[in-house]
């Protein structure tokens, strides 16, 4: 079974410029997630998907960060402008079904790390 | 706010040398906690799922446990193989989504 695709591995950019990543989750997953992690830390979520649906984006910096899951499949997420401390690996997961009282495993992609200069 | 806690931040053991890692956690209700495992240059790796206080999981040379206020992952007689970042995470019952919170993680390397 094929895991989480994610795209691009590495970026590297300037601040205020723009970058998008892009996530394919395991087939049938219905739930995606987006989390950041900044070195040496944990990851943090930023936003979760249900289908098309936003569950939660109560952590994501609305005023530069926006994502977006087009059919309930692939998603995209987007930086705009950057900044310096949105250096960090952003890493997408997947689970089965989700939604409240339900404990599915996440499972994650190779993540994308991207450095602002 | 849910809190996750993990001590030492690094651990570095010979081979054999069997050792646990520590996972504290503050949540309003545990619906789970989980532990995976992360290479350089990867992203998490699922281990194990515990639900509630006195449950216990393993694989090969991991064995998680779990009470209310901790969880511990020990590992037994340990080779090159396992050294890599261990993350522990919590999932709150009754929460709108999913999400899960992370501790910092402990760097394990297992020295040949």
């Known amino acids: 079974e094929a895991g989480v695709a994610q795209s691009p591995r590495y970026k590297i950019i300037e601040k205020r410029q723009s970058v998008a990543f892009w996530c394919n989750p395991i087939?049938?997953?219905?739930?995606l997630y987006w989390y950041q992690q900044i070195l040496g830390q944990g990851p943090k979520l930023l936003i979760q998907?249900?289908?098309?649906?936003?569950?939660?984006d109560s952590q994501l910096p609305k005023d530069r960060f926006s994502a977006e899951r087009l059919k309930g499949v692939d998603s995209t997420l987007k930086i705009q402008p950057a900044k310096l401390e949105d250096s960090a690996v952003y890493l997408c997961?997947?689970?089965?079904?989700?939604?409240?009282?339900?404990?599915?495993?996440?499972?994650f992609g190779p993540g994308t790390r991207l450095t602002v200069l | 706010e849910d809190q996750v806690t993990q001590s030492p931040e690094a651990l570095r053991l010979q081979e054999g040398e069997s050792s646990s890692l520590n996972c504290s956690y503050t949540?309003?209700?545990?619906?789970?906690l989980f532990w995976y495992r992360q290479d350089p240059g990867k992203g998490p790796e699922f281990l194990f799922t515990?639900?509630?206080a006195g449950e216990e999981k393993e694989k090969e040379r991991l064995k998680a446990t779990l009470t209310k206020k901790e969880s511990f992952l020990h590992i037994t007689a340990p080779k090159p193989e396992d050294s890599a970042t261990y993350l522990c995470?919590?999932?709150?019952?009754?929460?709108?989504?999913?999400?899960?919170?992370f501790g910092g993680g402990t760097r394990v390397l297992v020295k040949p």
């Open positions: 997961a997947s689970s089965l079904v989700g939604g409240r009282q339900r404990t599915d495993t996440q499972y």
């Open positions: 087939s049938g997953h219905a739930t």
């Open positions: 998907f249900q289908n098309n649906g936003v569950v939660d």
């Open positions: 949540v309003s209700g545990l619906r789970g």
């Open positions: 515990l639900y509630s």
């Open positions: 995470a919590v999932q709150a019952a009754g929460a709108a989504g999913n999400k899960l919170t």
